[in-house]
């Protein structure tokens, strides 16, 4: 029996079998051969966990939503920093020459169509009425400011918070909310209509109690134009 075993797993008996030198087995080999192989089991457990990590539920976070951030002193010497700037470095990674900051910015009404924003900070910025439509927010910092009755059809927003910001009226019909939060957001009489929100984040959007009304330039139903019916 113990001889059909070796011989049908020849690999595995090579590895532990006793190697001799003059007649003396060699200690050191086996337990070579030995570490070798805890080496490659413990290998195997860690792409399983990597991969039971990457298939799994987990839902993904807005920027600004995860931790705190400490924000930088505001530069009020750069008499050019309220001055509307579509990024010219790529939209995947939110990269910049440096910090885009439009903290306590007037910029109502603003034309932004088919800007770059990425990596945009607003805090306390006046945006209401302003034209997104098929602009691109990645990984903005958009909260505590006043998006009231603006623009965002057909807009990307990727990982953005809205934490604190009113959103009265504001479009967002058919634009892509991936991992966006409206947490404390005011979103009354907003518009979803065709909107892509992520499971997690949709749930989220349905239990906030200002997404009622009705748009006044849509005439859209809020809560129905983000799918948040009875059963949400």
Avoid: W
Wanted: charged share 20%; glycine share 8%; with cysteine.
């Amino acid at each position: 029996m113990g001889g059909l075993l070796l011989a049908g797993n020849s690999g595995i008996a090579s590895a532990f079998a006793p190697q001799t030198s003059h007649g003396r087995t060699n200690v050191s080999t086996q337990l070579d051969a030995a570490k070798h192989s805890d080496n490659q089991i413990a290998g195997a457990a860690s792409l399983a966990l990597a991969a039971a990590l990457m298939f799994s539920p987990m839902p993904a976070f807005a920027d600004g939503q995860t931790k705190e951030f400490k924000l930088p002193p505001i530069d009020y010497s750069d008499k050019q920093r309220c001055a509307l700037n579509s990024s010219k470095m790529g939209q995947a990674n939110a990269a910049r020459d440096k910090l885009y900051d439009l903290r306590e910015c007037n910029l109502s009404g603003v034309n932004g169509k088919e800007f770059d924003l990425s990596g945009v900070i607003m805090s306390k910025t006046d945006l209401s009425k302003a034209n997104f439509r098929e602009a691109q927010f990645s990984k903005a910092y958009l909260r505590d400011s006043n998006f009231d009755e603006a623009d965002f059809t057909n807009a990307i927003v990727d990982r953005a918070s809205f934490k604190g910001s009113s959103l009265k009226g504001t479009i967002f019909s058919n634009a892509v909310l991936t991992a966006t939060s409206f947490e404390g957001a005011d979103v009354e009489n907003a518009d979803f209509t065709d909107a892509y929100i992520g499971d997690y984040d949709i749930r989220s959007l349905c239990k906030n109690p200002t997404l009622k009304g009705e748009n006044p330039i849509t005439g859209a139903d809020t809560r129905l134009s983000a799918t948040c019916g009875p059963g949400r």
